[in-house]
């Protein structure tokens, strides 16, 4: 075998990353695969890695095994942007995992693959990209969803959250996002949005979500848009208006059994390429990372995923 280079992230699910790596390794080390492993040590590591090995490596990089959450995977696309020849696996360790729901990708393949139990065939997904006006000139890569509103709200507060890191010395990390998430309901408010879609200008009144969807999965396995496919190019984006705090409990109750999509003030639009433009600055996140704030332009991206799975 070629050797092999692993991007770890070790925090990932609240240390499942670290304990998924040291499994994998400890395979590797039976069957004599060379490898070598990188381990994240703050946000956006991932991104430099991938973009430190694919220079170093050149030609030479053949295989890259990602391990981690949704987070750590689009940090890595955006890393390897300009190398299309690296042979390219994932293997879900974080959270939520949409990702990994979306492409049908199971944790254990990588080890089967080492133990000679699985041939992993190399597949191939569409991605979406995004450009920030305000921020980024260049266009960013995403595999998942875009969620501006609330969703991105929630995650801006679990990032600064007071006293995050006693919580998680004192195991109790887990309980951050809840809270973060109760506050949310009580504090963020709602907003105006105007959605450009084929030249045409939809407005939106009193909005708290807006989910542009490159597959069906949406915070941790709700399928917000049945009937997106990452085999396809293009998005569904769903608006959601006029809810209050029980309201949002409501809607995302019924997200669980997929019957949000007939509630009232939920819209659905099908497309490859729009503009969101709000009243105001509202955040707004790629593959559950607060990127920026409104407007923001998404299309299809021209680059696809081939990934070993």
Excluded at 102 to 121: A, C, P
Excluded at 151 to 161: E, M, S, W, Y
């Amino acid at each position: 075998m070629n050797e092999w280079y692993f991007i770890v992230n070790p925090e990932a699910g609240h240390g499942k990353g670290l304990r998924t790596w040291r499994s994998i390794e400890k395979e590797l080390q039976k069957v004599e695969v060379s490898y070598r492993s990188f381990l994240t040590q703050h946000e956006g590591h991932a991104e430099v890695l991938a973009r430190q090995i694919s220079a170093m490596q050149d030609d030479r990089l053949k295989r890259l095994i990602v391990i981690g959450g949704d987070g750590t995977i689009h940090e890595v696309l955006n890393g390897l942007k300009e190398v299309d020849h690296v042979q390219l696996s994932f293997v879900p360790a974080g959270h939520w995992n949409d990702a990994a729901k979306g492409l049908g990708i199971h944790r254990h393949d990588v080890l089967k693959e080492v133990r000679k139990q699985k041939r992993m065939l190399t597949k191939t997904f569409s991605l979406g990209s995004f450009q920030d006006h305000a921020e980024s000139p260049q266009s960013v890569l995403f595999l998942n969803h875009i969620g501006v509103g609330f969703d991105a709200h929630v995650l801006r507060k679990t990032v600064h959250f007071r006293g995050k890191k006693w919580l998680k010395r004192l195991g109790l990390g887990f309980i951050i996002y809840p809270v973060s998430f109760l506050h949310s309901l009580w504090s963020f408010k709602p907003f105006d949005l105007a959605l450009f879609i084929e030249n045409e200008k939809k407005v939106f009144r009193q909005v708290w979500f807006v989910i542009v969807c490159n597959h069906p999965y949406y915070g941790g396995g709700l399928e917000a848009a049945p009937e997106v496919s990452a085999r396809q190019p293009g998005f569904q984006t769903m608006v959601v208006t006029d809810l209050n705090p029980f309201k949002v409990l409501l809607f995302l109750s019924a997200m669980v059994f997929r019957k949000h999509l007939g509630m009232k003030g939920v819209t659905l639009f099908q497309h490859e390429e729009a503009f969101l433009e709000a009243d105001e600055k509202i955040l707004f996140h790629a593959d559950g990372e607060v990127i920026g704030a409104t407007p923001v332009f998404v299309k299809a991206s021209e680059r696809s995923l081939k990934l070993r799975a």
